[in-house]
């Protein structure tokens, strides 16, 4: 059984910053990718940035600049450091990792979401 829980989110004025955590429990054989989704009330869920075992990572041209994305390998967990936060970042911000547990296939698994809002 695998676990993704978030922490981190919250309400922060436009110009501020977060940083959201999340932490990959259970029987974890290899991590392949990690990253992070949104959706904003009435839109659809969109990648905002991944980063592989490799350390190889992508950032959606809407956040690169301001957001920045890591990861502690010991303890399955990363990170999303969010800076210069716009109200347009509000949205519920949903972490997922493509990993291998228990059996060679790559499956993905999601975090609980949270809440991240950002006023003008």
């Known amino acids: 059984q695998v676990q993704l829980v978030e922490s981190g989110g919250g309400l922060v004025r436009a110009g501020g910053s977060l940083r959201l955590s999340c932490a990959a429990s259970?029987?974890?054989?290899?991590?392949?990718?990690m990253g992070w989704y949104r959706q904003a009330p009435g839109k659809e869920r969109v990648l905002v940035t991944s980063i592989t075992n490799d350390g190889n990572i992508r950032y959606v041209d809407s956040v690169r600049g301001r957001f920045i994305i890591s990861v502690d390998n010991a303890k399955n967990t990363t990170y999303l450091q969010m800076n210069s936060l716009e109200p347009e970042d509000t949205a519920v911000y949903y972490c997922?990792?493509?990993?291998?547990?228990?059996?060679?296939?790559?499956?993905?698994?999601w975090g609980q979401g949270t809440q991240v809002t950002v006023s003008s």
């Open positions: 259970g029987s974890i054989f290899s991590i392949d990718n």
């Open positions: 997922y990792a493509n990993l291998r547990s228990g059996s060679p296939f790559i499956r993905t698994y």
